[in-house]
């Protein structure tokens, strides 16, 4: 079994992200990507139910696997994410995350105890797609209107 993270030594600032993601698709978490784990989540992000898709997502953010995400994972997500993007800028880099990390937290850790469980993110996703949804049915009835008085 090979395992690119240790094989290599240090994992690079850049490759952060990879990191997580290839974390998230290593199904049963033996530091390699099989090609049934490869089969598992792309079926789950592509034919997934939403609940699916987003205990994936979860997960990918959950680093240490302990069933919640804590303001730290969501720092370590974001923080890579910026440097994905190849942010420059430092201090302005630290604090744009330090901003969406607490407008992420204030919405998804509904009970206020400094940690989002499962449960939490599910709900707190599921209110924003709804929102998203409604937005865009009454944009599409809007535009139906449109057309019907042409
Ligand atoms: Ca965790
Ligand atoms: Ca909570």
Do not use: P
Request: net charge neutral; charged share 25%; hydrophobic share 35%.
């Amino acid at each position: 079994m090979s395992n690119v993270t240790s094989k290599e030594g240090v994992i690079r600032d850049s490759n952060l992200y990879a990191h997580y993601v290839f974390k998230a698709f290593d199904v049963n978490c033996n530091g390699a990507i099989s090609f049934r784990d490869l089969l598992v989540t792309l079926s789950t992000l592509l034919r997934g139910s939403i609940y699916e898709k987003l205990r994936w997502t979860f997960k990918l953010y959950d680093i240490n696997g302990d069933g919640c995400i804590s303001r730290s994972e969501l720092t370590q997500i974001v923080q890579a994410v910026h440097e994905l993007m190849g942010r420059k800028n430092q201090t302005d880099a630290a604090r744009k995350a330090k901003e969406q990390i607490d407008f992420v937290f204030r919405k998804l850790d509904l009970n206020d105890d400094g940690v989002v469980t499962l449960e939490e993110f599910i709900e707190s996703c599921l209110k924003v797609s709804t929102q998203l949804e409604k937005s865009i049915e009454s944009c599409l009835k809007v535009s139906t209107q449109n057309l019907r008085n042409l």
